[in-house]
């Protein structure tokens, strides 16, 4: 029910008057009270301090001081390159319990043994269970629905959890072995984070089922292509990892130069992968189909190249950034959304 003035012949002549007093009242209540509340003027400030305050306040003052840490920290780097091999070196005889080379070399080859076990578990355990749906799939001639194609990808996540569980079970005998407890949690990093994104590869490229593929390619070409990309993933994986390893080593004298080499090959490696992958970006961008919208994906897919070194110098510069102005909480939180 809207509630409304009643200012009628019949309503006493005070009513329309009192109400006309509340209106008015309730429009210069907040005003006044507004005035009665409004803080003294602050204090004149000394003429010293209005300088610093100027300097601070203004785009140019930040900004000046911004280029001041970056070229600060590009000095104290350069004066701590040649501290970054033995930070290296650190770094690797952590790999083993009493310091040495060849035992950190020999932990890693053990865990590398595990993971070549897990990666044959999870191949076993998604073949086999994907084995009919894949032969019925070759006598399909229309080609694979949406719920087959989820299904596949619902073995694949099995065959991930089988991975998963092989090396964590694994944990035990790499003990028994002498491999450290901090390099078995870096190599499960590593190692999950490369088959969740060879994963999504597998999805699209499928190298060993044609049928299944969602990219027109030849077999053999998406079989290199998957190789490529496997190693290439790894890579990059293993980098970021030592490198954020390297960065909780506050002893090490030179962690942030240790940082800046892994986000120099992290991106040589991404923009490989830019120019490699190209035929299968494009062809996934184009799809099928006629009208707009394939025009505005067919012009997506020529500027392909562009579109991913923009994006490959974009983290590069991100990275810095964040290196020098301590943002690398926000980068990883970026780059891993």
Known sequence: MRLRFNASASAPKYRAWSARFVVLASLLFPIAHGFAAEPSPPAPTSPAAMPAMDN???SAGWLQDIFIKLEREATEDITMLPAAPRAIEREWRSFDRDGSSLGALSNVGWVA????????????????LARRRLRALRLRPEGPTAGLLLLLLLFDAIGLAAFAAVFVYARHWLLRAGVPVPLMILAANVLIRWRIGMLVFGVLLRPRDASARLIAMPDAEARRLSCFLSAAL???????????????DEDSGAPHVVALIVVILVCCL????????????????RGSGQ???AALRDAIARAWIPLGMAYVAGVFVFYIFGLSLGLLEYFHAAVST
């Open 56 to 58: 601070a306040m203004s």
């Open 113 to 128: 043994l595990v993971g070549c076990f897990a990666l044959v578990a999870e191949k076993l355990v998604a073949r086999g």
């Open 234 to 248: 790894l890579a990059i994986i293993v980098l970021v990892g030592f490198g954020r390893y390297g960065l909780m």
């Open 270 to 285: 991404n923009a490989w992968i830019v120019f490699r992958a190209r035929a299968a970006a494009e062809a996934l961008i």
């Open 291 to 293: 009208g707009i919208g």
